[in-house]
């Protein structure tokens, strides 16, 4: 049986510096690495600083479907979303609620999680989950 230990999604975007700016200015991720090292970049990455259990890579469109053709002439952004549990929902929520695009409205779920969601500038909708106590 096969151990995962972990899970990155790894989005194609139109602008690198955009996407990592929006994700480590905005929503206060922690900047990984990059290549090249300077600006133009190709690729970008972000975690959740320290912890490190949480990582997301940005690739440049245009570049990526070298290595992935099949990508050729397809739309950047998703029809799924990113899932992201976190402590301390209510506070980020209020630090950013005037910065993002705002999908889905702050608000608690009959499952158990206190969610809302954003959508960033390529489209790609990122949900931010914490779970409340049950009643």
Avoid: C
Avoid at 7 to 28: C, H, I, K, M, Q
Avoid at 102 to 108: A, D, G, L, S
């Amino acid at each position: 049986m096969p151990h995962f230990r972990k899970l990155t999604p790894n989005l194609l975007v139109a602008n690198v510096e955009r996407s990592l700016a929006f994700y480590v200015d905005t929503l206060g991720f922690t900047r990984g690495m990059t290549v090249p090292e300077q600006s133009p970049f190709v690729f970008a990455s972000v975690t959740n600083g320290m912890l490190d259990t949480l990582e997301i890579f940005f690739n440049d469109a245009a570049t990526a479907v070298t290595e992935y053709p099949a990508f050729a002439g397809k739309p950047i952004g998703a029809t799924g979303t990113l899932f992201i549990e976190m402590v301390g929902i209510d506070a980020f929520h209020d630090s950013v609620k005037s910065r993002v695009k705002i999908t889905m409205p702050i608000v608690t779920q009959w499952y158990g999680m206190r969610e809302f969601a954003i959508e960033d500038p390529d489209g790609y909708v990122i949900t931010f989950a914490e779970r409340v106590p049950q009643k």
